[in-house]
T-cell receptor, first 112, second 113 residues
Framework: GNSVTQMEGPVTLSEEAFLTINCTYT??????LFWYVQYPGEGLQLLLK?????DKGSNKGFEATYRKETTSFHLEKGSVQVSDSAVYFC???????????FGGGTRLMVKP | NAGVMQNPRHLVRRRGQEARLRCSPM?????VYWYRQLPEEGLKFMVY????????ESGMPKERFSAEFPKEGPSILRIQQVVRGDSAAYFC???????????FGQGTRLTVV
């Protein structure tokens, strides 16, 4: 079956540090890939997505590239802020984002 | 345009009671999805409904759990005879079509005591 594996957290960084959160997936065919963010006490918000190999999703300074050869979709940001502290979920779907398979989530803590 | 509305936000039930979780999709959305997030875990798909129909319930526990999305009114996730292991955050998402992005509600946090 399909699965998504993320690096375990928490990830603790200082403000303006570089962020990478690893995500790999196992799936048949060509799923769409997503990163969602969950701020404390809130629901999930779509951060970015990519629908085919070599696509790069980007939003709010975050980027992730769909790598079919390594089945990966790592999340990166060049300079994190305290306000980026949240839990980040990698996910895949075969139908544009509604029935989703999620990774376990990675908590990011950014200190001033 | 209000987002996906879930209520209550927090629900406390004693073991053996029933829990009813409500989800009002965004305006114009006829597809609803329920997910469960156990403590310190990711979200797991439970059920996908369209108005008056269950499309996919492959993630629903076989017993005590049921879901509906009537022609009028919100979608309901019902858990009968709750146990401590049902304590979790339950998220609802909605979309206007089958191949479109789903938007999430803020979740209902169920605590079974």
């Amino acid at each position: 079956g399909n699965s998504v594996t993320q690096m375990e957290g928490p990830v603790t960084l200082s403000e303006e540090a570089f962020l990478t959160i690893n995500c790999t997936y196992t799936a048949t065919g060509y799923p769409s890939l997503f990163w969602y963010v969950q701020y404390p006490g809130e629901g999930l918000q779509l951060l970015l997505k990519a629908t085919k190999a070599d696509d790069k999703g980007s939003n709010k300074g975050f980027e992730a590239t769909y790598r079919k050869e390594t089945t990966s979709f790592h999340l990166e940001k060049g300079s994190v802020q305290v306000s980026d502290s949240a839990v980040y979920f990698c996910a895949l779907s075969y139908n544009a984002g509604n029935m989703l398979t999620f990774g376990g989530g990675t908590r990011l803590m950014v200190k001033p | 345009n209000a987002g996906v509305m879930q209520n209550p936000r927090h629900l406390v039930r004693r073991r053996g009671q029933e829990a009813r979780l409500r989800c009002s999709p965004m305006k114009g959305h006829s597809h609803v999805y329920w997910y469960r997030q156990l403590p310190e875990e990711g979200l797991k798909f439970m059920v996908y409904l369209q108005k008056e129909n269950i499309i996919d319930e492959s993630g629903m526990p076989k017993e005590r759990f049921s879901a509906e999305f009537p022609k009028e009114g919100p979608s309901i996730l019902r858990i009968q005879q709750v146990v401590r292991g049902d304590s979790a955050a339950y998220f609802c998402a909605s979309s206007p079509g089958v191949s479109t992005e789903a938007f999430f509600g803020q979740g209902t946090r169920l605590t079974v005591v």
